[in-house]
């Protein structure tokens, strides 16, 4: 179906008709329940994605009326999630997330500040929207029809973002990464002045709250276009501005979307890469700034306190036991992003191996049975563990044999110790 051939029955028909059995069923039920009080409509990127073919993975559905009470009535047993200072509730239903929204106006006090809302038509909602392509609305009440008041459907069909007035990304300036992601994920350029109006806005970016602007990176780290997302971030500054210790280039594009590890966590190795060119001193200013969560900030952490280790690592013989030492300290999407864009040769080749095959290396011996092989019980179950781990890493200890030889060479030489320590004390005393 082209764009230009879609009359609003036949895009309300396909639309739902798309829907799996369980999420049309409830978005049916909640228009019926709107439908007592006002039109419902479908807005946003169901729409825009519909007419662009592509996969519609959510629901966003706006109503000129209370959109949590129309949604609690409509789906009594479901698990729904209200927001009362937006009036919007959504609920996942058929593993699609169902977004409705009360049709409402937003004023911004100062740039980057969560609006102030008031309820409004569905026309002045779409046109407090982001983008014209995200300003479309198409009627499920009552008789289909298609609003359009922005343009929206002539900017799908040119493959182009364009913001609705000179202050959108003032207002909003996490429109910026909204705009870079989108242009990525769907292949659209941004119209020549919504570009001048970017770049004269991105030092806004600096009022972003911490939350929301590490929410918008993650939702940048995650996009399957994820790479051309950052590095145009990268080109417009936005990064820079979120903090200047952040950077992106197209090697990091190559490592996020081929990790060595293949199910290395997505957005503590993103934030690893991000801040691969960060001090240590940066780390604690990058964490603050972008409120990360745990294992993000450790990532971050890691990867600026790695260059402290980075000396040793650049060492041809280095032994594996040793590397193993250093490298295990650090979580895995930390040396993950060392290990991918490393300019030395050598100290990539190290973390490499490290992450593929030294990192696995494990004696065939366990605790047990070196206690069983006369080890005493305690830390020292620990010490030979690491002594036969690490004899296995250097090769000097290759099958169990070796390690059970090994084992009882460490249990002998405890117990000899202990009986000089004795016989020490005998003479003292
Ligand atoms: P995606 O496929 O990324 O989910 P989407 O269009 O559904 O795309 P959402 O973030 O779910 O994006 O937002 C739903 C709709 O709400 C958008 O299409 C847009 O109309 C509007 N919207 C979202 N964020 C903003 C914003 N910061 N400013 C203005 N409108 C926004």
Known sequence: MTIGDASPARLRR???????????????????AGAAHGDVYAV????????????VV???????????????AALPDAKILAHTRFRTASVTIGGVRIDVATARDETYARPGALPAVAPADINTDLR??????????????????LLDPCGGIDDIAARRIRVLHDASFRDDPTRIF??????????????????DLLAQSVHYIDAIGGERLRREIELMIA???AGAALEAAQRAGALQVAHPALTWDSGRSEALADPVVPRVPLLPYGFALLAAGSSPDDAPLIVARLKLKRDEAAAVTA??????????????????????????????AAVSAHAAIEPDTIARRLALRYLEEWRHIKPALNGEQLIELGVPAGPQVQRALQLLRAARLDGWATDRDDEQALALRFAKSIRDSADAKAQIELNLN
């Open 223 to 225: 996009e399957p276009a």
């Open 44 to 55: 946003g990127g169901a729409v825009r994605d519909f007419l662009l073919d592509r996969s």
């Open 178 to 195: 909204r705009a870079l992601r989108y242009a990525a994920r769907l292949d659209f350029t941004l119209d020549p002045h919504t570009a």
């Open 14 to 32: 396909d639309l739902l008709a798309h829907l799996p059995g369980s999420t049309l069923d409830a978005v049916e039920r909640i228009v019926a």
């Open 58 to 72: 959510d629901v966003d559905l706006v109503m000129e009326c209370d959109a949590p009470a129309v949604t609690y």
């Open 128 to 145: 407090r929207r982001d983008f014209a392509m995200n300003a479309i609305a198409l009627r499920l009440s009552g008789g289909p029809a």
């Open 303 to 332: 990867i600026a306190s790695m260059r402290k280790v980075a000396q040793t690592l650049r060492r041809p013989d280095a032994k594996p036991s040793g590397v193993v030492l250093l490298l295990d300290r650090f979580p895995l």
